[in-house]
Each structure stands twice: as structure tokens, then as C-alpha cells.
């Protein structure tokens, strides 16, 4: 029977898993109820949700997915503050609102065992509105009962005050508690109708409900001890009045004034019986209660305090008993005074013979209701001594349970220190994952930026490479020009030689030969400058071939990884190529053999593929990958057979690209849909041949068949696949799918 405790922080109830948003003490599955809760649908017999809904953020939606993970007919106790009080319209952790309407938007059935007082509303007499929006929510959760606690002020009012109070004002009702029934259609739970089940309701209460109840009780004993005392004042103030007039009025005067006090005296023992017998029946409901509170005896941890609770009870019983036997002796010897002094007043008056005959009678009267008093007395002291017997039965029982309690203390606070560990490790796993997450990504801004850089470079060399040739070409027409000016010098030589022959004058050789000394001085500076430029053209051309040849090696690390994910991505198309279609599948093991069944894979799927033949009856079945792993919360696998121990579980999983960011992880699962246990491991530290183990933290034993194996994977950047075993029926049958896994 699987009981879930909604948001049950670090104060869960026994027999509950505990769920909340936070890994404290008690709670043992982590999980946000604005999302997703991880249960199965139809999975869950009793919820209580104890001063949690009115903190998610949509109530609808939260109401939705409870109504999806419960059984039809599954009892919901649902305890939250009520709305109209000032303290939570305050609150800003309360999102949602709870009153006498809350359940009518989460069913369209009419009708609820409710008394209708206590919704009534001029605009909706009917009890379900949950399809007034012309929408229909898909839920029907039906309303068993409704009971509200109010502050100390009211709770020992009547119910019909009480519901008045809290209409008109705020800070009257402090919380609600609804019980409801999950209806999940008429045809659900063998066509039973709802009437049988309210019939059949065992409501369910936290531990504390108890206390809020008799905090009521115990404002009603209050008045009821003050209105006895006021009472017996009262009747003092009658008897001292009558005895301090019979003395000095006269006699008729006396006679009269004996009448009115006795008439006066008469109605106050009325009252005070009336009072008494109240008394004794609210006592009673007060036995009542005590007794109600030792059956709720469900928890050794609880049994103490329950015995100490009575105890307490029993001896306040006793006290008020006590009380009011003496309260009772004391008005026997007032009675006694008073029969003598309406004696001593009988002698001057013997006309009031009728009065004192009276008298007797109700004196007798009086001594009647003394024996029966005495009865009830020696009735209570029985029941008291039955309930000292009890109380030390239950004292002895728990002296018994006390060791076995110390040690089931022991081993919750070492399960409490082993949690707190692995939420530790968990915690420096996720914080590890981050950083390793961060630092790729940073990696990855650097990589493309220096792929743009080394595109920069490439056009900054390839417009230098032009340059420099334009460069070159300058130079040759510079050469060419230098070629013909020495061609010219030349020739100038020779009209020296040719004016020497002619025998011009010195002046002028002289003049010819300074002009081509300048010209050829200003050829070889522009031949100085032209090398100078060629030589800084040179280094930056060097510099340009250095930056190209480590955005070379770049180029070619990038063309490495694309061509390990070209290679992985064709392994992955020639391993998923067999079981295309559903009839291949079914064909697969008899037409193509298992031996024949990708003959590439390694080494290691062999022991995983003989243990699953053995496991699984899988010796027909292909090997086929299943779908993207972060597709989905989980790959959940059913596992037929049973495990006396279970230490690690080897998987072959087959990520689409080595070496990336991400989790990869395990869930064990009883067949009760408890978490056992979860382990997670990096995604780039999987092994390259396919198949990687997960170590438990602590082996499992028991394991029964029908447990459950769940794979999930978070926060990855590309897809990843698990392989599985596929077998199917030859012709027809739906195709059945293992884990391709080994247990040890």
C-alpha cells in the first residue's frame, strides 16, 4: 500500500513516504509539486497533504497531477489554513486559497454528504462547479466530509454560532480539513457507487487532529466549572441571607420570606443539578476522548505520550470527582443546618406543618440522589481502576518496546547521517558538473572565437599575399626601369668615349658626368627603399604563414572530432538499420540468428548478452537502440524474475557524441514503486567500448519480482541511446523490450 506525505517538510507521518522540495530530515523523495511528481499513474492509496497546497503556484494543476497519480477511490486528507484570518492574508508564502469552497471546482458532482449550511451560497446551490468555466479540468475528486478548528475564543461555542461567526468575521477559523474521494468514473472499482464507498469511509487524521478537538472540550469544561461555582456562590449568599432575616423580621414576614428562599433555595439545587449532570456528561465525553486517544496507538514513537497524556487526563478526572464529592458533603451539611434551623422555626410556627412535610420529602429526595451518587461513585472508581490497569498494561508494554525503539533510533539517525552524506556527494557532483559544464562553455565561445580570428587571419593573409605581389610587380618595373637607366649610363659612356674622341671640352664631360652620377645615386636609393620593403613584406608574410598554420592545426583537430562523429553517427545508422519496422523485429531472431546480430560490437556485450539469454529468454531477440534518452524523464524497464542481492548494474549505453557535458544515471524501484537507490556518472567519462557499470552505494537485497530498472540522463547536449533486446512473435504479438544488462 503505498501512502504519500505531499510536502511533509520535517515533520512526516509514520508508514508515509515523504515528499518535498527539499532533502531535509525524513523526507525521501525530492520532488517540486508545481512539476511533475515521480509516481506512476494509478499508483498511490492514501495521500495526505498537511499545510503544503497553499504554497504551489497553480492549485489546479498541482490538483491534477495528484489526481493522476491515485487509484480510484483513494482517500485524500487535505488539511491547509483557513482564508479569512488576517495572519494569511499577510502571508506571502500562501499562494492559494482555502475555505468551504476550495473542493467545489474539483468535481461537477452534484451532490456531498456535507450538511449544506455549511457551503450555502445564493448564486451556486448545487456542490460541484468544476465545468462552470465551460471548460472541463479533467479531474473528479469528491468531497466525504469538512471540518473546520477555530481559535480558543470559539471552540466551545455551538456548531450553529460557531458557522455564524465565521461568515461575518475574520480571525474566527483558524484551519480546514477536508477527506475526499478520488472517483476516477463510474465503471472504475467493479461498477460500486459512491454512496458504498462513503459508506464504507474510514477517514484518515494526522496525529495532531486529536489535540485541536479537545482544545473545544476543554474551553466547554471551563464554562461549566464556572457556571457550578457561580451557582454554589449563589446559593451561599441565599443561605446567609435567610439566616440573617429569620432572626430579626417577624414572624409572618419570616414565614413569607421562608417560602420565597426556600422556592429561591429549590431552583438554585435545580440548577446546580442540572449543572452537575452536565458537568458529569461532558466528563464523560472527556472518558470518551481519553479513550479514543489510547486506540490511536498506531506508532511506538507516539505510545509514550499518549500513556502520559492519559495519565494526565485521569488524574484531572479524579481531582474534578474529588471535587465534587466534597462539593456534595458540603451541601449535605448546609441541608443539615438548614433542617435544623426549619426545625428550631416549626415550634413558634406550627402552622407551617405542610411546608416542613415538604421539606422531608425533599430531604429525602436529597438522600436518594446522595445514594445514587454514591453509586455512580463507586461505578467511576471502578472505571478508574480499570484504567490504572490499563495505563500500566501500556506501561509495561512500552518498558518492552523502549530497546527496540532506542534501536530503531539508532538506525534511522545512521540512515539520517548515510543521507546527508550522499546528498553531500551529490551536491559536490552537481557543483563539479557545473564547473566542467562552464568551463566547456567557455571552451566553445574561446574555439569560436579564434575559428573567426584565424578567418580574420586568413583574409588579412591573403590581401598581404596580394599586396606583396603588387609589390614584386613594382619591383620588376623599378628593375626594368634601373635596367634602363644603366642601359642609358651606357650609352652615355659611350658619347663620353665619343666626346673624349672628339676631343670636347673638359667642362662639359665634367657636367654630363655629375647628371649621371645623380641619376644613378637616385637609382640605388629607390633600389635601398624598395628592398626595405620587401624585407617588411617578408616578416609579415611570415608572421601571416605562422597564424595559417596554427589555424591549420585547428582546422584539423575540428576535422578530427567531425570525423569521430561521422563515425559514430554511421555506427549508429548501420546498429539501428536491422529493426527498422516492427515485423523485422519480430522476424530478426529467427531468420538472421543471434550470432549474426552485428558481429562489429565489442568484446564485452557478450557477457551481457549471455546473461540476458539466461535472464530474459532472450535468445531470439535483436539488439536494436532504443529512443533519445533526453526525450523522456526515463527508459523504464520491468524485470521478471527476482535478486537476492544486488551490488552493480552493467548497461551499454551509446551516447551520440563522445565526450560532452551531462548526467547518465539509475533508478532501482521496488515493486511497492519505492526508490531504492540512484547513481549518476558523468556522460563523458563513459567507457569507449559501450558498456558501463554503476556501483551501488549499498548492495540491495530482496529484490522481488516485478522490481523495476529506470535509466534517465539530464542536461546533455547531444542524443543518447541504451541498447535493448527486442523480441516479438514470429507472425503476431506486440514486440516485448529488456535492458541489455547485467546484474551482479
Not at 620587401?534 to 605562422?546: N, S
Not at 565489442?602 to 526525450?631: I, Q, T, W
Not at 524474475?641 to 565526450?659: H, K, N, Q, T, Y
Request: proline share 4%.
Amino acid at each position: 500500500m503505498l501512502r504519500i506525505d505531499l510536502g511533509c517538510g520535517t515533520k512526516k507521518q509514520p508508514g508515509f513516504i515523504g515528499v518535498d522540495r527539499y532533502p531535509l530530515a525524513g523526507v525521501d523523495v525530492v520532488a517540486d509539486m508545481n512539476r511533475i511528481l515521480p509516481f506512476r499513474e494509478d499508483s498511490v492509496d492514501l495521500l495526505l497533504a498537511s499545510h503544503s497546497l497553499e504554497h504551489v503556484e497553480k492549485l489546479l494543476a498541482t490538483i491534477q497531477e495528484v489526481y493522476r497519480i491515485c487509484k480510484h477511490g483513494t482517500q485524500l486528507c487535505i488539511i491547509a489554513p483557513y482564508s479569512e484570518q488576517k495572519l494569511n492574508w499577510a502571508n506571502p508564502y500562501h499562494k492559494c486559497v482555502f475555505n468551504e469552497h476550495t473542493p467545489r471546482f474539483w468535481t461537477d458532482h452534484p451532490d456531498t454528504p456535507v450538511d449544506p449550511e455549511e457551503y450555502n451560497h445564493p448564486h451556486a446551490y448545487q456542490w460541484g462547479l468544476s465545468k462552470t468555466d465551460n471548460s472541463n479540468p479533467g479531474i473528479d475528486i469528491r468531497l466525504v466530509r469538512m471540518e473546520y478548528f477555530y481559535f480558543p475564543r470559539y471552540a466551545g461555542l455551538p456548531s450553529s454560532e460557531q458557522r455564524r461567526l465565521r461568515q461575518e468575521r475574520t480571525d474566527v477559523c483558524e484551519q480546514i480539513m477536508y477527506h475526499l474521494i478520488v472517483w476516477k468514473g463510474d465503471g472504475e472499482g467493479g461498477g460500486r457507487p459512491f454512496d458504498d464507498y462513503v459508506a464504507e469511509f474510514q477517514p484518515y487524521e494526522p496525529e495532531y487532529i486529536p489535540l485541536l478537538r479537545n482544545r473545544g472540550r476543554g474551553m466547554l469544561l471551563q464554562k461549566s466549572t464556572t457556571d457550578v461555582e457561580e451557582a454554589r456562590a449563589a446559593i451561599a449568599r441565599l443561605e446567609v441571607e435567610l439566616e440573617s432575616r429569620a432572626v430579626d423580621a417577624p414572624a409572618a414576614t419570616q414565614s413569607k420570606r421562608v417560602e420565597e428562599l426556600t422556592a429561591d433555595l429549590e431552583r438554585h439545587k435545580t440548577l446546580l443539578q442540572e449543572l452537575r449532570l452536565e458537568h458529569h456528561q461532558q466528563c464523560s465525553s472527556l472518558s470518551t476522548a481519553l479513550a479514543e486517544s489510547l486506540d490511536l496507538r498506531n506508532h511506538l514513537l507516539d505510545a509514550k505520550a499518549s500513556i502520559v497524556g492519559a495519565k494526565g487526563e485521569i488524574v484531572q478526572l479524579i481531582e474534578a470527582k474529588v471535587r465534587a464529592i466534597q462539593d456534595r458533603d458540603q451541601a449535605l451539611a448546609k441541608e443539615t443546618i438548614l433542617t435544623s434551623e426549619l426545625a428550631e422555626l416549626r415550634q413558634p410556627y406550627a402552622g407551617d406543618r405542610a411546608e416542613s412535610e415538604h421539606l422531608k420529602t425533599e430531604l429525602i429526595s436529597l438522600r436518594r440522589d446522595h445514594g445514587e451518587l454514591q453509586a455512580r461513585e463507586a461505578l467511576l472508581t471502578s472505571q478508574l481502576e480499570a484504567a490504572r490497569q490499563a495505563c500500566a498494561a501500556e506501561a509495561q508494554v512500552s518498558e518492552r518496546l523502549r530497546p527496540e525503539l532506542s534501536g530503531a533510533k539508532d538506525e534511522i539517525n545512521e540512515w539520517r547521517a548515510h543521507t546527508v552524506r550522499l546528498t553531500g556527494e551529490i551536491t559536490r557532483l552537481h557543483e563539479h558538473c557545473a564547473a566542467q559544464t562552464e568551463v566547456v562553455s567557455r571552451a566553445t565561445i574561446e574555439l569560436h572565437d579564434t575559428a573567426a580570428y584565424n578567418r580574420i587571419l586568413r583574409d588579412e593573409a591573403a590581401g598581404i599575399g596580394r599586396e606583396l605581389e603588387s609589390a614584386r610587380v613594382d619591383l620588376r618595373r623599378e628593375a626594368a626601369g634601373a635596367a634602363a637607366s644603366q642601359a642609358e649610363a651606357s650609352s652615355l659612356m659611350g658619347q663620353v668615349r665619343d666626346l673624349r674622341a672628339n676631343l670636347e671640352s673638359n667642362d662639359v664631360l665634367r657636367a654630363k658626368l655629375g647628371l649621371t652620377r645623380a641619376e644613378l645615386e637616385t637609382v640605388t636609393a629607390l633600389l635601398g627603399l624598395q628592398r626595405q620593403k620587401e624585407e617588411a613584406l617578408g616578416l609579415e608574410v611570415a608572421a601571416a604563414r605562422r597564424e595559417a598554420a596554427e589555424a591549420a592545426q585547428e582546422g584539423e583537430r575540428w576535422k578530427t572530432l567531425w570525423g569521430v562523429a561521422k563515425r559514430s553517427l554511421s555506427a549508429l545508422c548501420l546498429e539501428a538499420r536491422t529493426p527498422e519496422l516492427a515485423h523485422m523485429v519480430r522476424a530478426g531472431g529467427f531468420l538472421i540468428g543471434r550470432d549474426s546480430q552485428h558481429q562489429g560490437l565489442p568484446k564485452r556485450f557478450v557477457a551481457l548478452r549471455e546473461y540476458c539469454d539466461g535472464h530474459f529468454h532472450a535468445a531470439r531477440a535483436c539488439l536494436v537502440l532504443s529512443n533519445d534518452l533526453s526525450e523522456v524523464p526515463y527508459r523504464e524497464y520491468a524485470i521478471p524474475f527476482e535478486l537476492d542481492r544486488l551490488a552493480s548494474v552493467s548497461l551499454a549505453i551509446r551516447p551520440m557524441l563522445p565526450g560532452f557535458s551531462g548526467i547518465v544515471g539509475i533508478e532501482i524501484v521496488s515493486a511497492d514503486s519505492e526508490i531504492l537507490t540512484q547513481v549518476c556518472l558523468q556522460l563523458a567519462a563513459l567507457h569507449g567500448d559501450g558498456i558501463t557499470e554503476f556501483q551501488l552505494p549499498a548492495p540491495l537485497a530482496g529484490l522481488r519480482k516485478g522490481w523495476l530498472l529506470r535509466v534517465f540522463v539530464r542536461d546533455v547536449d547531444a542524443p543518447v541511446q541504451v541498447y535493448e533486446l527486442a523480441r516479438g512473435a514470429l507472425l503476431r504479438g506486440a514486440t516485448q523490450f529488456f535492458p541489455c544488462v547485467l546484474f551482479q
